[in-house]
């Protein structure tokens, strides 16, 4: 009875040993999209407001601000425009990452923003007028989709979602 016991322990233990238990996640980018087109107001130069047209996946899930662990992914890709104002105090650092997504807009590259703990704004669809623009969330920048992504299935399905959803192939 004992040795049954304890081969039960050993099993249960070897178990437990080998189960892993996400602590934050993994990806911790905000948002996926693949843009088409930005529209910087009052002008380029000196924008205070930004029009990010494309298809964009939020993330859902990760670490949240209250330190707990939600897992998640990222939602379905939806097609439109995100609105965004400067955010005060960092108003260089949002231009510079506007001009940023001016910069990949019709490549057909997909950028990451934000942090999963962010406020990323909402999607407008493009009959919606532009107004009452959300705060654009700094974090680490817009970064491309790094390329060692590109034989992750979970990544890949989100990729050809992006362009589904933007209509692109």
Sequence with gaps: MTRKIVG???AVTAGLAVTVVPTKASDPVGMYCLVS???LSPNEQAPMTAQIWGACAPSTGGVMEDGK?????????????????LP????TAAQREWADFKRVAGTGDVVGFGS??????????AAEQPRDPDVYPIHNG????KAEYAGNSAYNGLVLALKKASGTK
């Excluded at 005060?88 to 108003?91: I, N, S």
């Excluded at 406020?119 to 407008?124: D, F, K, T, Y």
């Excluded at 817009?142 to 989709?145: A, E, H, I, L, P």
């Design 116 to 125: 999963r703990r962010q406020n990323l704004g909402r999607m407008r669809l």
């Design 142 to 145: 817009v970064t491309k989709m």
């Design 37 to 39: 087109n930005v529209v």
């Design 69 to 85: 662990f939600v897992p998640g992914w990222y939602e379905t890709p939806r097609k439109g425009y995100l609105y965004y104002s």
């Design 8 to 10: 039960m322990l050993v």
């Design 88 to 91: 005060k105090g960092q108003e």
